[in-house]
């Protein structure tokens, strides 16, 4: 199956300031990157969803304004929580899909993010 | 909202087979049923999927009914590192779609 990272994988920070994850797709070019969220004891939530060179599209109640997503390269992708506040505290996960990966999804490894 | 059901929990005796159980009697003809799990702490992990046939990997085996509108997925040799959550997800082939996860059943298996 592909090979997805994420970092860092645990990151605990203040109220107020911002955050930065990064999802790299080792080996295969990812045209798509989904970013899911995932809080203590619930599902799989998608947040966004971005292609190679455009902006994403958010789901329903997540503010993009508040989570940037960059995805300029089609191996790197990242998930800025800015402003981040407790209520941010989540488990982060991306999935790169791209050519050749389309009927599989694979995901990376997840980032714990715990703002205090 | 996710189109299948599974029941919340199961336990299983370790050395034993684990069968779990999945509901999805809306599937289409192009949906494919795929099967995930999540050990505590980590990124969902790809197990199998499968259209019509049963199939059969180097993980687990995957028995669909004739009319898909259930499936089961078998662990053969359950282990304690088997416990984790099972996500049984319907969707398209191919394509851009993300899979969508509901509250999956979480296996425990006991020594």
């Known amino acids: 199956g592909a090979v997805v990272s994420q970092h860092p994988s645990r990151v605990i920070c203040k109220s107020g300031t911002s955050v930065k994850i990064e999802c790299r797709s080792l080996?295969?070019?990812?045209?798509?990157m989904f970013w899911y969220r995932q809080f203590p004891k619930q599902s799989l939530m998608l947040m966004a969803t971005?292609?190679?060179?455009?902006?994403?599209?958010?789901e329903q109640g997540v503010e993009k304004d508040k989570f940037l997503i960059n995805h300029a390269s089609l191996t790197l992708s990242t998930l800025t929580v800015t402003s981040a506040h407790p209520e941010d505290s989540s488990f982060y996960i991306c999935s790169p899909l791209g050519a050749g990966f389309t009927d599989t999804q694979y995901f990376g490894p997840g980032t714990r993010l715990t703002v205090l | 909202d996710a189109k299948t059901t599974q029941p919340p929990s199961m336990d299983c005796a370790e050395g034993r087979a684990a069968n779990l159980p999945c509901n999805h009697s809306?599937?289409?003809?192009?949906?494919?049923v795929y099967w995930y799990r999540q050990i505590h702490s980590q990124g969902p992990q790809y197990i199998i999927h499968g259209l019509k046939n049963n199939e059969t990997n180097e993980m687990a085996s995957l028995i669909i009914t004739e009319d898909r509108k259930s499936s089961t997925l078998i662990l053969p040799h359950a282990t304690l590192r088997d416990t984790a959550v099972y996500y049984c997800i319907v969707r398209i082939y191919s394509g851009n779609t993300p899979l969508v996860f509901g509250k999956g059943t979480r296996l425990s298996v006991i020594a």
């Open positions: 080996d295969f070019q990812a045209t798509t």
């Open positions: 809306t599937i289409s003809g192009n949906e494919y």
């Open positions: 971005s292609n190679e060179g455009s902006k994403a599209t958010y």
